[in-house]
């Protein structure tokens, strides 16, 4: 069976760029009608909280990525101490005490020698006096794992064949210090044991991926099938990093982004596919194919959800957005005239309350001196009684015989006198809604 995961760390709120993993993960899942599992990334004690924890669930819950189970890797360390000793047993694990300025002094004589700055694994000649001296003196060392010097190779859903030199990459350290497990051995740990066949993730996992395909076969394990996506940039191109405390998913929610909005457009940016926007998650589900996507950094612009949420507005009906009418007190009786006058004038349904601050209090109205009798010809007109949808087409074709005014010179000076904007929803929909003239009426 085919089996995803998405592994957020809850150190922080998901953004674009873990959005993109999490929705390519659950649609290879949910295509091959499999399994999507959220495995909470919660190894580090001190940055971890439950809150973000619980904001994780509801982001995913918002777009409807439902996952079929949740793990924490905070319940698993009694594994991954199984798996740490076994790769002891095996001689794979060893303990190296260098502080960090050691490393870095290490590093740049490398570089200054024109060579790869890897670790040198001088760890490995300690002998037992050495390392409990040292132990002593700092505390315990970090656990590396020792690379086999060969070619790592694996053929990636998006990268194609890739082929990396382990001799140029350190030691990989798998336990901190003070214990803590890392990313690389948890993850190992836990595809294997769950049963992970597909893992998508981002380009800048590529290193990680070959140390971690060598650990699972130094557990006596295969590896899932591989794909790394592109990393997002900005518009421009630009680093996209530093915008991300902008770009969480919850942000996008308070400015209105629709979920089919967002998820139509990152299930298709960066591939040879172009942006539609779905009505519905099956239709994402079927048209997916991660061998779609290329490799050159992807260009991601906010304000592209803003026309596909105005376009998904423009599709519902009013039963849809009863409760957001509710909310800024459209009365129920109105609510579907309102929606209908209302939704092809909005990005978002945050828009929805000016529009009925509009029909509910008046405007100050936009009158040019030149038009000020005309205006008050024009009101002096008004049908009486109640008004509807054939209201504005008489009345306007009163004032015309009236006033011989005609075209733009007669209509833009009744929307600007009326609602104090030069442009807006059919004044057909939007006449019988206003208060005011209700009011008259």
Same mark, same amino acid.
Request: glycine residues 10%.
């Given at each position: 069976? &085919?089996? /995803?995961?998405?592994?957020?760390?809850? &150190?922080?709120? =998901?953004?674009?760029?873990?959005?993109r993993t999490a929705l390519m993960n659950y649609l290879i899942a949910r295509k091959a009608g499999g399994t999507f599992i959220l495995r909470i990334d919660d190894t580090d004690p001190e940055r971890s909280k439950e809150e973000y924890v619980d904001a994780i669930k509801q982001d995913l819950e918002w777009l409807g990525l439902h996952w079929d189970r949740v793990e924490r890797q905070s319940e698993r360390l009694d594994m991954y101490? @199984?798996?740490?000793?076994?790769?002891?047993?095996?001689?794979?694990?060893?303990?190296?005490?260098?502080?960090?300025?050691?490393?870095?002094?290490?590093?740049?004589?490398?570089?200054?020698?024109?060579?790869?700055? +890897?670790?040198?694994?001088?760890?490995?000649?300690?002998?037992?006096?050495?390392?409990?001296?040292?132990?002593? *003196?700092?505390?315990?060392?970090?656990?590396?794992?020792?690379?086999?010097?060969?070619? =790592? *190779?694996?053929?990636?859903?998006?990268?194609?064949?890739?082929?990396?030199?382990?001799?140029?990459?350190?030691?990989?350290?798998?336990?901190?210090?003070?214990?803590?497990?890392?990313?690389?051995?948890?993850? +190992?740990?836990?595809? &294997?044991?769950?049963?992970?066949?597909?893992?998508?993730?981002?380009? !800048?996992?590529? /290193?990680? &991926?070959?140390?971690?395909?060598?650990?699972?076969?130094?557990?006596?394990?295969?590896?899932?099938?591989?794909?790394?996506?592109?990393?997002?940039?900005?518009? #421009?191109?630009?680093?996209?990093?530093?915008?991300?405390?902008?770009?969480?998913?919850?942000?996008?929610?308070? #400015?209105?982004?629709?979920?089919?909005?967002?998820?139509?457009?990152?299930?298709?940016?960066?591939?040879?596919?172009?942006?539609?926007?779905?009505?519905?998650?099956?239709?994402?589900?079927?048209?997916?194919?991660?061998?779609?996507?290329?490799?050159?950094? /992807?260009?991601?612009?906010?304000?592209?959800?803003?026309?596909?949420?105005?376009?998904?507005?423009?599709?519902?009906?009013?039963?849809?957005?009863?409760?957001? %009418?509710?909310?800024?007190?459209?009365?129920?009786?109105?609510?579907?005239?309102?929606?209908?006058?209302?939704?092809?004038?909005?990005?978002?349904?945050? !828009?929805?309350?000016?529009?009925?601050?509009?029909?509910?209090?008046?405007?100050?109205?936009?009158?040019?001196? *030149?038009?000020?009798?005309?205006?008050? *010809?024009?009101?002096?007109?008004?049908? @009486?009684?109640? %008004?509807?949808? !054939?209201?504005w087409s008489a009345w306007t074709q009163a004032v015309k015989q009236a006033t011989g005014r005609k075209g733009k010179g007669l209509f833009m000076p009744l929307r600007k006198a009326l609602t104090g904007q030069e442009r807006g929803p059919e004044m057909a929909a939007l006449l019988p809604l206003l208060q005011v003239i209700k009011a008259r009426g």
């Open positions: 069976m &085919t089996t /995803t995961r998405f592994a957020p760390s809850p &150190t922080g709120y =998901i953004h674009v760029g873990n959005l101490a @199984e798996a740490a000793d076994q790769l002891r047993g095996i001689g794979r694990f060893y303990e190296a005490f260098e502080t960090p300025t050691e490393l870095d002094l290490k590093r740049k004589k490398q570089l200054n020698m024109g060579k790869p700055p +890897v670790y040198d694994r001088a760890a490995l000649s300690l002998s037992e006096a050495d390392r409990e001296a040292l132990r002593a *003196e700092r505390g315990n060392g970090v656990w590396r794992f020792k690379l086999d010097h060969q070619r =790592i *190779e694996w053929n990636d859903g998006i990268l194609g064949d890739i082929s990396i030199d382990a001799a140029s990459v350190s030691d990989p350290v798998l336990i901190r210090g003070d214990g803590q497990v890392l990313y690389t051995l948890a993850s +190992v740990v836990d595809d &294997t044991d769950m049963g992970v066949t597909d893992v998508v993730r981002g380009s !800048d996992h590529v /290193t990680n &991926t070959a140390t971690q395909i060598q650990i699972m076969a130094a557990l006596g394990h295969g590896h899932p099938r591989f794909a790394h996506h592109s990393l997002l940039t900005g518009p #421009q191109g630009e680093a996209l990093s530093k915008r991300l405390g902008t770009l969480a998913l919850r942000d996008l929610r308070e #400015q209105g982004v629709q979920p089919m909005a967002l998820l139509s457009l990152m299930a298709r940016l960066g591939s040879s596919d172009p942006v539609e926007l779905r009505s519905e998650m099956a239709e994402l589900i079927d048209g997916f194919d991660v061998a779609r996507f290329g490799t050159a950094p /992807t260009k991601f612009d906010v304000q592209d959800l803003f026309p596909l949420t105005a376009h998904y507005l423009q599709t519902l009906t009013e039963s849809a957005v009863a409760d957001r %009418l509710e909310a800024i007190g459209v009365p129920g009786d109105l609510a579907g005239a309102f929606w209908l006058m209302a939704r092809g004038n909005i990005q978002t349904l945050n !828009d929805l309350e000016g529009w009925w601050a509009l029909c509910r209090d008046g405007a100050d109205p936009m009158i040019a001196d *030149e038009d000020r009798d005309f205006i008050a *010809e024009a009101m002096a007109l008004l049908p @009486e009684g109640q %008004l509807d949808g !054939d209201s």
